[in-house]
Structure formats: C-alpha cells, structure tokens
C-alpha cells in the first residue's frame, strides 16, 4: 500500500502540486522553511485527516485561501488503488474515499496507515500519556479488527457516564453505565496489554540495533490501580467523580513508559538517543504490522540526520527497507541521505513551496 498519485492545493505555503511517487524511497530536499515539512504534514492529513503540527488543522489552509484540498491515489493489493479526498475549511471537514462520503473519521482507518517522526510533532517521550494512548489505539486500529468497535463502546458509555455525573443525577443514574463501561474498558485493556508484550521483540530488536549494550523495558499502567476490579474502583470513587464531573478511572487513563536501563528515557539520555528510541518504537509498530499481514503505508521521516550520524540513519532506512514499505524523508541536502540502496527512489526538491522532482 503506497501514495502514488497526491495533488496538493492551498496547503501551508503550497499553492499546487502534482506529485508522482516512488512505492519506495522518496527523498525531499531544500531549504530550511521552504516547504518539505509541510509536504510530509500533507502527507500525513491524508491519512490521518489531522495535522502532525497543530491541533488547529485549519492553520494549514494556505494564508488568503478559504480551504485547501489533497486528493491522494493510494494503491492497493491486487494492483488497484482507490482515490482519498479531503477538503478543509475553517468551519469544517470533507472527506472522500473511493468515490464516497464517510461522515465517521475511523472509517478511514487501515486505508493509508502513516507514520511520523518530525521535531514538528510530540513522540511516546515528550508528547504525554494522551499521545502515548493515542498511539496505542492507532496501532491497534491496524492490528486488531475487533478493537475499534470496542473502543467505540467504550468512549460512548464514558460520556454518557460523565454526562451523568455533571448533571448530578442519583448513585443509580451514574452506576447505569457502569456495565458497558467496565467490560469494554477490560477488553481494550486486554488488547492494549497483548499488543505490547507482542511488540516487545521487536522494540529490542530496533533498539538493539540503534542503541547496542541498551536494555530497554516497556512500564504499562491500565488507567486503574494495579490488582485492582475496575467496578470496584468506580464504586469506591464515585462521590469524588462527582465533584470533579468526570471519571477518574478506566483505560482513558492508561499510560505506559520506555525505560533504558532502568531509566527514564527523557531523563536520562541524549537527544541523539531519544531520537532513535522514538524511530526505533515506530519501526518496531510497523514490524507487527508486517506480521499481522495488516496494511503498510508510509513511514514520514523529517529531517532525519538532525541529531542522528550517518551510521544510525542509514541503519534506519536499511530496516525500512526491508520492510518493503513507502518512504518519505526530508534533509537539506541530497548527500545526507545516502539512496544507493534503493532501486526505484524519487527526488524532490522544495523552494518556496514549489515542489519538482529531481533528476
């Protein structure tokens, strides 16, 4: 599954494109500012139908423009590829695909699954436990086909539990949702908790590469007390939930943390370090994956040989490689990036938010 087709309008400082890519490596060159992240961040809006630089997607809409657009050409197995389309206004969002309207976000899900690392974005380190179970279900979306409906009945059962809860209706009101709650809250915990222990190996795996010598450990914590019954804990903070108008407890506070040796990542190692731990967690995501026969897409890499030496990136691009997926990646200059190894990679070079391919 790869973007071979993407026309760009009014997007950041890109006024229009039409683009043609590689199924393999795509190298983006030019200037600072001039315009390679905001190809990626479009990049990503078509998959993810948000930005990777802001929680404002209508920032992206060109100064002076009322909307942009992006229709992308995604191919599929069996030599098909179907068209995406998404049309952003201030006051609002359009999206196509195949031909056809979608009025719910996650039925885009496993269409063209991207992954980022930019300095533009935040990462499992710095971005907090909501990006971290944000990663999580994303991953899971791909993986698991059961899940998004379960992740579904439970966010549905806990805003009509917290809606409860701030209209103050009685102990019978608010334990009404507790059922549904509870046992789609233990089911998603049981795929969250499954789903890393199987990405485990491959994070070792990744990390022993990048990092030699490092022991690296995933600390998982469900969003209740450890040894705890989850209907137990609502029960017990039931009178406090209600004063604060939400619920305190469930898995829409789960978190769970990288450890080098014992250690905090962000704490106790290098920005250089931290770098390859976080590409290191997306490769090992897309490995999974791979062995979940789930879809491929696009791997987005963002001015990668900042903070990263010419050892550590080309390790990365080789494990990308061998995945056999779709790879974006911006630099300055055409040398960082050593593209010897690929076959059929593409050139593009950004001026002002001109984007050309390069021979």
């Known amino acids: 599954m790869a973007l071979l087709l993407f026309e760009i309008q009014d997007f950041r400082n890109i006024q ?4 043609a890519f590689s199924p393999g490596l795509n190298l983006i060159t030019g200037k600072n500012a001039a315009g390679k992240t905001s190809l990626l961040e479009a990049i990503y809006c078509l998959g993810r139908v948000r930005s990777f630089r802001t929680s404002d997607s209508g920032q992206s809409i060109r100064y002076g423009q009322a909307a942009y657009r992006l229709v992308g050409r995604v191919g599929q197995d069996g030599g098909r590829s179907i068209p995406i389309g998404i049309e952003r206004q201030p006051a609002g969002l359009r999206v196509h695909l195949d031909g056809q309207a979608i009025k719910r976000l996650s039925d885009l899900a496993g269409r063209f699954p991207v992954q980022v690392f930019s300095a533009d974005t935040p990462t499992i380190l710095n971005g907090g436990p909501r990006y971290r179970r944000q990663a ?5 979306f791909h993986v698991e086909q059961a899940y998004r409906e379960i992740w579904q009945r439970y966010s549905r059962a806990l805003r009509q539990r917290n809606a409860a809860l701030r209209t103050q209706q009685t102990a019978a009101g608010i334990h009404a949702w507790d059922a549904e709650l509870v046992e789609a809250a233990e089911r998603m915990d049981q795929f969250r908790s499954a789903y ?3 990405l485990t ?12 010598g490092a022991e690296l450990s995933i600390r998982y914590q469900p969003g209740w007390p450890a040894n705890t019954i989850l209907s137990e804990v609502l029960a017990k903070a039931l009178e406090k939930d209600r004063v604060r108008g939400f619920t305190q407890f469930g898995p829409h506070r789960a978190d769970f943390s990288l450890l080098i040796d014992g250690h905090g990542v962000s ?3 290098s920005r250089g370090q ?3 731990v976080t590409v290191g967690f997306l490769l090992a995501q897309v490995k999974l994956q791979r ?3 789930a879809p491929m897409g696009a791997f987005l890499l963002d001015d990668l040989s900042s903070e990263l030496d010419a050892g550590h990136r080309a390790l990365i691009l080789n494990a990308l490689r061998e995945l056999d997926t779709q790879v974006f990646v911006t630099a300055i200059e055409d040398a960082d990036i050593n593209a010897a190894d690929w076959e059929d990679a593409r050139r593009f070079h950004v001026e002002h938010g001109d984007i050309h391919e390069a021979q």
């Open 16 to 19: 229009h494109s039409s683009l």
């Open 136 to 140: 999580l279900d994303w991953a899971l």
């Open 196 to 198: 890393l222990e199987f």
């Open 201 to 212: 190996p491959h994070l070792l795996q990744e990390i022993g590469n990048l990092l030699p």
């Open 267 to 269: 704490a106790h190692c």
């Open 274 to 276: 931290q770098k390859a």
């Open 291 to 293: 062995d979940r026969a």
